[in-house]
């Protein structure tokens, strides 16, 4: 199987060139990448834990799929594809939640953010996800907050941004999921 080929963006979004996925982790490159919450008919979302061998963010709580875009690929394609790829999602209708860009020194990344209602199975489609689970966003709150639980990073920053700005129900989790836990209690989460 062929590596990856991803779509390299400036601070805008546009695409400026691509490069193979590793190169685009081993050297920190911008890059274009989709966010997708997963919400049910409850107004629940999906919580779930990345695996040990992904190349980023290993063993961490989430609550979007997504993932990078590839070459020549469109936002809206792309949040489709991992949304099958990762949770087994299809069939649904994508809200747009706007763009984020989010810039650390372990990844940089331009993400098109997206929301979809999904009462059916969830399935755990390919190695990419460990564990997952349906929780309100109070209790989504409190996992944020608790220092015991590794959460993806850029996610946070969403989630953070979508309070802030008031975007539908997200203003529960205003002023607190913007906090990451101290990198020593990597070991602690269940």
Known sequence: MSEEIVALVDRTG?????????????ENLLHAATAVLVRNGHRQI?????SDHKDWAPGFYDCAAGGVIQQGEDP???AVRELEEELGITG??????????YEDDETRCF???????WDGPVVHADD????????????LDGW?????RWFVPDTRQLLSRLADDGVLDYG????????????????QQA
């Open 14 to 26: 546009s695409v400026v060139g691509t490069a193979a996925r590793s190169v685009v982790r081993r």
């Open 144 to 148: 944020l907050r608790d220092p015991r």
């Open 172 to 187: 529960v989790l205003r002023g607190r999921s913007d906090r990451q836990p101290p990198s020593d209690n990597r070991e």
């Open 111 to 117: 993400e098109h953010c997206f929301e979809v209602t």
């Open 92 to 101: 649904t209708t994508l809200r747009p939640l706007g763009t984020s860009l």
């Open 128 to 139: 990419e996800v460990v564990w997952g689970a349906w929780m309100s966003l109070a209790d």
């Open 76 to 78: 809206v394609a792309s």
């Open 46 to 50: 999906y919580v779930h834990r990345r």
